[in-house]
Nanobody, 124 residues
Framework: QAQLVESGGGLVQPGGPLRLSCAVS????????IGWFRQAPGKEREGVSC????????NYADSVKGRFTISRDNAKNTVSLQMNSLKPEDTAIYYC?????????????????WGQGTQVTVSS
């Protein structure tokens, strides 16, 4: 069973960057598609980005395209989400999730394992 731990959240000014990391243990990362999701207060959890097990396929929500970049390092068992040009509406708890042998999709119910989340606040 995979365990996921997110890190890198914090307070950032509008327009600034932030880099989130997801460390995976308990299973080799090679076989997992990884997704990033976020949940703002009073809103549903939504998909932000995902990456296939090989890293050859990625997907982004329209709201973050051109600003966020997902990447993975299977040797280090980590997946990163580089977030640039952050906006106040990006404020949320960000979660990473893993899907064993799964596709890269932004549908939360596809994913089997979840981290505890990391808070991202974009405010001046």
């Amino acid at each position: 069973q995979a365990q996921l731990v997110e890190s890198g959240g914090g307070l950032v000014q509008p327009g600034g960057p932030l880099r989130l990391s997801c460390a995976v243990s308990g299973y080799t990362l090679d076989y997992y598609a990884i997704g990033w999701f976020r949940q703002a207060p009073g809103k549903e959890r939504e998909g932000v980005s995902c990456i296939s097990s090989s890293g050859g396929s990625t997907n982004y929500a329209d709201s973050v395209k051109g600003r966020f970049t997902i990447s993975r390092d299977n040797a280090k068992n980590t997946v990163s989400l580089q977030m640039n040009s952050l906006k106040p509406e990006d404020t949320a708890i960000y979660y990473c999730a893993a899907d064993l042998y799964g596709p890269c999709v932004l549908w939360r119910y596809e994913y089997d394992y979840w981290g505890q989340g990391t808070q991202v606040t974009v405010s001046s």
